[in-house]
């Protein structure tokens, strides 16, 4: 194209000083606005550190309340431990006299049993012995009365004995 006046040229030189005002314009403003971004980052990265010291505060915190619950956890399975020993301790003594007298009652019919067996003259086979606090009780059927009185001296005669009910029937003969 060529300029033909000298106003021509004077609004041409306006015009590219124009796009050159216009130019610089628009370059401050993007330098401005990317100054406003860059201050943006670094808020948002300040604000992003502070979170996560923050964060990281509260996670030792709860760690700590964590540890501190499991201890007392600890301390209170440790307690109900304790007391459940105490407790069965407190049992077996209690439970143990109980035990012992029925174990004794026990070995006192095995020992009255193992008499009459031992004897030819009864027929132990026919005698039911059961004993309660050293009381023996004899049940069944014998074919004489000597067996019958027999029996009864056998369980007398047996240590741990106190008494002695003899319900031993003999064949043959009324109740």
Known sequence: MSVKTTSDRRAIRGSTCLRWV?????AAGAA???????????????ELEQADEKAGEQARELG?????AGRRLEEGLERGAENVE?????????????A?????????????KARLAADPDVNALHIDVDTVDGRVT??????????????EDLARRTPGV???????????QAS
């Open 22 to 26: 216009l130019a610089a314009l628009l």
């Open 32 to 46: 401005a606005q990317l100054a406003c971004t860059e201050r943006q980052v670094e808020r948002a990265d300040a």
């Open 64 to 68: 700590a309340r964590a540890d501190e």
């Open 86 to 98: 105490r407790s069965l301790d407190k049992a077996a003594r209690e439970i143990e006299p109980i």
């Open 100 to 112: 012992r007298d029925m174990l004794d009652d026990a070995e006192i019919s095995v020992r009255v």
């Open 138 to 151: 004899l049940n069944g059927k014998v074919e004489t009365a000597h067996q019958r009185e027999e029996a």
């Open 162 to 172: 106190r008494e002695v009910v003899n319900l031993i029937q003999v064949a043959g």
